[in-house]
């Protein structure tokens, strides 16, 4: 690699670019923090403990066919959103197949109190405020629908990879790697992005393949992390090296 190739190197960039390229990784960073975040608070509670198991993909997109899907939420993400005591009620009222009989003297209260406040009709959520949506819920859990997942499915494969190619490209300026280092780099989060995707589809088929699911997330959360922080190293760290061991030689000189 001769002198003008290293020019096109990340620690070579004008500032005005570095600035750019920082502003992006940084906000990609802390998002992808914030998702982390998000998956520990839902799908790491659908069965109703903290962190991420198998037996969250299974539940969250196969289902947890020993019950309905409103007792496994009631069990996991949305546990703390009611008293032990109103949550056992609805798992009652829920596994006698949700009468209608007793929703306007006691149930629908118990929704409007606790439930609502996000599950409304002005929200992506199930409007809980009307019974036919709640007895729909109080059914067999079979997890996501295949509406819902073919909606997600769609989402993640676009937004996700437009943030995958735009790392990839500050990351493809990185000197001192090889090429093939490189080549690889930038092609395992799309791999793993696809592989966890099709794992979703999989598992809601059959919950053999739910661990599929957590190598995807973690195969892309790992690759895009190595770019993220190889590329800030080399924009801001990298340079800074070779000026502090000229300086130290100087000292030692003088």
């Known amino acids: 690699m001769n002198y003008k190739e290293l020019q096109k190197g990340l620690p070579w960039l004008p500032?005005?670019?570095k600035?750019?390229?920082?502003?992006?990784?940084?906000?990609?960073?802390?998002?992808?923090l914030m998702a982390g975040a998000q998956i520990m608070l839902t799908h790491g509670m659908a069965d109703g403990k903290p962190g991420l198991s198998v037996d969250d993909?299974?539940?969250?997109?196969y289902g947890n066919r020993n019950g309905s899907t409103l007792e496994a939420q009631?069990?996991?993400?949305?546990?703390?959103?009611?008293?032990?005591?109103?949550r056992i009620e609805i798992i009652k009222?829920?596994?006698?197949?949700?009468p209608a009989k007793d929703w306007d003297s006691r149930f629908k209260n118990i929704f409007e109190t606790h439930c609502t406040a996000c599950h409304h009709a002005a929200s992506s959520l199930p409007d809980f405020s009307k019974l036919e949506n709640v007895q729909q819920r109080a059914s067999i859990d079979t997890g996501i629908s295949?509406?819902?997942?073919?909606?997600?499915?769609?989402?993640?494969l676009f937004g996700i990879a437009f943030i995958f190619m735009l790392m990839g490209a500050i990351f493809v300026f990185a000197v001192g790697i090889p090429e093939w280092i490189k080549a690889t780099l930038v092609v395992i989060p799309f791999a793993f992005l696809i592989i966890d995707v099709i794992s979703w589809w999989l598992t809601k088929l059959n919950p053999e393949f739910a661990w599929i699911t957590i190598i995807g997330g973690y195969g892309y959360s790992l690759a895009s992390a190595a770019m993220l922080?190889?590329?800030?190293?080399?924009?801001?760290?990298l340079l800074w090296k070779p000026a502090k061991n000229i300086i130290r030689t100087l000292n030692r000189a003088l």
């Open 57 to 61: 993909i299974v539940y969250s997109y």
């Open 146 to 156: 295949f509406t819902s997942l073919t909606k997600v499915s769609h989402v993640h």
């Open 93 to 98: 009222w829920a596994r006698a197949g949700a």
């Open 229 to 237: 922080f190889i590329s800030l190293y080399q924009m801001w760290i």
């Open 15 to 17: 500032l005005s670019i």
């Open 74 to 86: 009631l069990n996991g993400s949305m546990k703390n959103n009611a008293p032990p005591q109103v």
């Open 19 to 32: 600035m750019l390229f920082t502003g992006y990784l940084l906000t990609i960073g802390f998002g992808l």
